[in-house]
């Protein structure tokens, strides 16, 4: 069954710190990853997408990376800001036919003054 | 260029019921998925349509059901309404199945089955 796990599944920083989010799947093969920004009450907002045979991605502050090998991404926020608090969800999209996303459950992050 | 809309924003029906909610797919965008998203977790894909087809499937009962139109808008249908159904439904669309071009979502309905 194709999985996408995320961790940690929240987490508090201080405005101005950097922080890493990290997502692990067993989707195998697949077409690419991506890291969506969902507000609360929002729909998901796209931040990177990746194909497996991209390493990193940067978007502004956030930086995604993928290790195809071992089945892992990170997601990097640099610098953050307030607005940063949100939920930080990690997709995989299949590859070889029904290309249906496999969502994982989301970093819940929150950014203190 | 109009993004994804969905509507309405929020709903509220009593279990047995049944819904319809609708989504206006992003201009260009001839693809439309469908998502249930409970409180705390991820989306979870409910069926995608393309070209007025269904042509992928999650794992929800015949209950839940939809439509393309040819303009590529949508609609979803929840029979039978149950209060496990209460959640986010966010429907995105995008050109071809999504895969290669990525997926814009809209800001959701929240439905509360009481």
């Known amino acids: 069954k194709n999985q996408v796990e995320q961790s940690p599944q929240s987490l508090i920083i201080l405005e101005g710190k950097n922080c890493t989010l990290q997502?692990?799947?067993?989707?195998?093969?697949?077409?690419?990853l991506r890291w969506y920004k969902q507000d609360t009450g929002r729909g998901p907002v796209s931040l990177t997408i990746?194909?497996?045979?991209?390493n990193t991605k940067s978007n502004g502050r956030y930086t995604a990376t993928l290790d195809a090998d071992t089945k892992q991404s990170s997601l990097h926020i640099t610098a953050s800001q307030l607005s940063d608090s949100a939920s930080y969800i990690c997709?995989?999209?299949?590859?070889?036919?029904?290309?249906?996303?496999?969502f994982g459950r989301g970093t819940s992050l929150i950014v203190h003054p | 260029e109009t993004g994804v809309t969905q509507s309405p924003t929020h709903l509220i029906k009593t279990r047995g019921q049944q819904v319809t909610l609708r989504c206006s797919s992003q201009?260009?965008?001839?693809?439309v998925s469908w998502y249930q998203q409970a409180l705390g977790q991820g989306p979870q894909f409910i069926f995608q349509?393309?070209?007025?087809?269904?042509?992928g499937r999650g794992n929800f009962p015949p209950r839940f059901s939809g439509l393309q139109f040819p303009n590529y808008s949508s609609e979803l249908n929840v029979n039978a309404l149950e209060l496990d159904d209460s959640a986010l439904y966010l429907c995105?669309?995008?050109?071809?199945?999504?895969?290669?071009?990525?997926?814009?979502f809209g800001s959701g309905t929240r439905l509360t089955v009481v």
């Open positions: 995105a669309s995008s050109l071809g199945g999504g895969q290669n071009y990525g997926y814009t």
């Open positions: 997502c692990n799947y067993t989707v195998s093969p697949f077409s690419n």
């Open positions: 990746m194909t497996f045979s991209e």
């Open positions: 997709v995989v999209i299949p590859s070889g036919g029904s290309y249906i996303p496999t």
């Open positions: 201009s260009g965008h001839n693809t």
């Open positions: 349509y393309y070209r007025e087809e269904e042509n």
